[in-house]
């Protein structure tokens, strides 16, 4: 049924008051959203954000730190079946040595992502999560290496580790199946994010906007998949083809739809960590301080060593150099600070949502 602007911008109110809707009500959204409706949200979703932010801007250091990959999703140009990748591993040494340079230019997270790499043992990475956090003390580890066992993620906790991301990529059981061989399960995603969850970690979920075969209602699904599971943080980003792999013919998401997607994401979960992602800002040379401007709050520059770059490529034209890299900091800061908005030196927590910060709302 066809609806009224009103009636849209009532359903944005209504997800603001109350953080929840139906699924159809997230589709009705998804598909009449308009760019009047679009600003009417994105201007909610920056004071929502401000409620628990202020006007801070978290960055982390992505450190890309392996390139190999036992899985084969047909969206990643990592994927296995890609025999036109050099593959490449980096040492603990070098790890360490990029945390180094990383906290002498201000960042407080690492991130270490990479990846399904059976080299990376629990031994070897749990030595890895020690070894930074015997030397960043105020510093916070997030992982971001997929699919493990339970016991794994348990050992990777207490050996340190802070946070982990692992988006669901779609929460559409049949979607998820077209975007991946069949042996990999959505259930068993849904599976690891709880476990992640219960074990203590800062969990992160997430998926693309515009990747092949998605609806609006399956956008709708991940919404409502957000809204249940609370994760602390939630990476979104347009899906961008890579010419090797199964989907280099498919047309890339939109930064448009990606933003709103983000601006959903902050009124439903007001107190998420939500990075602008290195997918936008790769579509649009604007995408990060835009995603900024709909609600996100974090950055996520690499840290990664130069030489191995070029050999991380998920997708094509993947931005590594310019602002998007770690060294560049200062021009980040200076042009994030053109929004409004301030790069904080801090790790950057989740700051659960308390009846105090609540009451603001009223003001
Ligand atoms: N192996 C780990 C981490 C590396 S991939 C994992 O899969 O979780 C990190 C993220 O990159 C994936 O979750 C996926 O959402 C994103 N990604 C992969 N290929 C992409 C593409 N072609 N376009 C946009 N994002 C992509
Ligand atoms: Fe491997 Fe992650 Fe790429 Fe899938 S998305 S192929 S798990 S690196």
Redo the contacts with the bound molecule.
Sequence with gaps: MKKEPRELKELIDKLERENRLSEDEFETLIRARTPELSAYLFEKARKVRERFYGKKVFIRGLI?FTNH?R?N?Y????RRENLGVERYRLSREEILERCSLGYSLGFRTFVL????DPYFSDERLCEIVRGIKASFPDCAVTL????RDEESYRRLFEAGADRY???H?TADEGHYGMLHPPTQSPAERKRCLRALKSIGYQVGC???VG?PYQTPRHLARDMVFVQELRPHMV?I??????HA?P?AGEA??SVELTLFMLALTRLTLPSVLLPA?T?LATLDPKGREKGLLSGANVVMPNLSPPAVRSKYL???NKASTGIESAEAVERLKEVISETGYTVVVDRGDFVPPTPDIEAGRAS
């Design positions: 890309e990959c899985n999703c969206y990643c140009g990592l992502q990479g990846g399904e971001s290496v997929g699919e991301l692992l988006r990529e997430g998926f693309m990747s990476g980003g347009p899906f961008i083809p890579h792999t989907f890339a998401g992602t997918a998920l997708y094509d």
